[in-house]
């Protein structure tokens, strides 16, 4: 039986797994048994915790459904608005574009830089015009953007700079943890994918008070007191006021249970996946294949996605269909937003207009990388990587 053969018969390897143990469980258990489900005393904790966690216990924490929503939060507590530009990059998720949209103002779609795969800071400044309000550096597949010269630029220009840092916890720039820079807002992502998770959720992080203060309003329908405080003061709690036309956006306390635990597990289940990258490394040094960047020497590379790129002459989907049928989970990061539909169409997007993003999306493929993953299942995907090369 030949080793790609002996991998098929394994059972399938999914490209991520949420790390759930029994601490979880008990913590939701308890929420459930407590009678406060929705955004509470957990809630609340949560967010002070993620504060701790950060090593800044004066950062506003504002918990919410998502990190779509926390984007959304901020730029809108920002002042953005119609007739303003946002820049941000076209190697990321839709979201990071479509809150720019919601709030009816003109996204702004730059390339990335070679050699971090993170937006490119010499695109940002030649896109600037009058009309540009804030710029949101996506941190890509768990390394940071060169938040230094980011924070630089929009300081000379009086721009707001809002972090997309889905893939960031914990990872660090300079040395200082990302949701701890001179930015006006982070927002971390904890989807069922990521580095932690609430099942579904996300963290706005601000030392604005001002800004926490409005998006504390925005994510429960513009009421002036949060669902806490109504329930637990002297005050009625249906007397309460609408401020602004909000959203639904809170956290509840059963998904706050989840992230109580995770972000005490989050630095071990950070260790972990970078013991797998390394391994990685190790094992894919000789192949041709393009490891993925790591962080600045002396920083924390959050390893949220372990991306390769194939060398020249590799087909990328017949890589991806070979590694699925050795039963090995893949996936890509990401079909950019000059390649999708709408953004293409809405924003004029070309692909010669995004070298470096287009070059990367035709060459990658993401492994599995999760913290599950035993060293047999490393071993396993390298193994399969090696086949799916000579087969090429």
Known sequence: MTEPEKSHALPPLPFALPDIGEAEIAEVVDTLRSGWLTTGPKARRFEQAFAGFLGDASLQCVAVNSA???????????????????????????ASAEVIRYLGADPVIVDIEPDSWCIDPRAIEKRLTARTRAIIPVHFGGRSADMSAILGMAQRHGLKVIEDAAHALPCTHRGAMIGTLASDATVFSFYANKTMTTGEGGMLVTRDEALARRARVMRLHGIDRDAFARFNSRVPAWRYDIVAPGYKYNMTDIAAAMGLVQLGRAMDMRGRRAEIAAQYDRLLKDTGITLPPHASEGDLHAWHLYPVALPAGVDRDRFVDAMFGQGIGMSVHYVP????????????????????????????????IYTRMSDADVLRVASAVRSAMEAR
């Open 68 to 94: 779509t929503a926390g984007l959304h939060l901020a730029l809108e507590a920002a002042g953005v608005g119609p007739g303003d530009e946002v820049v941000t990059t076209t190697h990321t998720f839709t």
């Open 337 to 368: 937003l000059h390649r999708q539909s709408y953004w293409r169409e809405s924003c004029g997007l070309h692909e010669k207009d995004f070298p470096v993003s287009e070059a990367l999306y035709r060459s990658t493929a993401s492994l599995p």
